[in-house]
């Protein structure tokens, strides 16, 4: 595994995010400490999946602040797969994670290649790295977002429900592998339903 400096705390204070007319965070003071597996718990409708688009800074902040973003970015795995016109395969899908580290036009180099191989055997994708990403079961789809975001390396990883719709077997790859990234000194945090993924966090943080 390669190994990743220590990242300072991130944190939020007195956010506010607003949904049309509904504000969704109201005034919310949280911070998210590197090297801990964080998991944001509550109802649908709390704001887990809001705090995590303005951690990843993909949604407007009415008032407040984020802080401690650090310079080599954060990974956001979501529920949706990335849009494209191509076909994506597994491998292709998980290597996308690789092209923030490197001007567009280059292609990927031998640690990139790595990297990407040693993502897909942590999250028991291997046998499927030439598979289409629309043949994918929910669960193997799921494993393959996570190691997309794994890929990349970030200093911040943000995880919105890693484990939904995987199985039990699933489910310990992927707690596994967020425990592992936190215990090289990143930011781990996600939004859970699961009692799994709940049980496996460090720190659980209910919203609403």
Avoid: C
């Avoid at 180099?109 to 028991?124: C, F, I």
């Avoid at 911040?156 to 592998?177: C, I």
């Avoid at 936190?182 to 460090?202: F, N």
């Amino acid at each position: 595994m390669l190994t990743t400096a220590v990242t300072p705390a991130l944190g939020v204070t007195g956010l506010v995010v607003r949904r049309g007319d509904r504000t969704v965070l109201d005034r919310l003071d949280m911070t998210f400490p590197a090297g801990v597996v964080t998991a944001l718990t509550g109802p649908n409708g709390s704001g887990k999946s809001t705090l995590l688009d303005a951690l990843a800074g993909v949604v407007t902040v009415d008032d407040g602040v984020v802080s401690g973003l650090p310079s080599g970015g954060v990974a956001y795995v979501t529920q949706a797969v990335p849009p494209t016109a191509l076909p994506l395969t597994v491998r292709s899908t998980v290597a996308m994670g690789r092209w923030r580290a490197r001007a567009w036009w280059r292609p990927l180099g031998r640690t990139d290649h790595a990297v990407v191989d040693a993502q897909l055997e942590r999250m028991g994708i291997t046998d499927l790295a030439d598979r289409p990403l629309d043949e994918l079961s929910g669960g193997q789809r799921q494993r393959t977002l996570v190691a997309l975001g794994l890929a990349q390396r970030a200093p911040v990883l943000l995880v919105d429900e890693p484990t939904a719709g995987v199985d039990a077997a699933s489910a310990a790859l992927v707690t596994r592998a967020l425990a592992d990234e936190a215990a090289t000194g990143v930011v781990v945090v996600h939004a859970a339903h699961d009692p799994v993924a709940i049980a496996a966090a460090d720190r659980v943080v209910a919203l609403g």
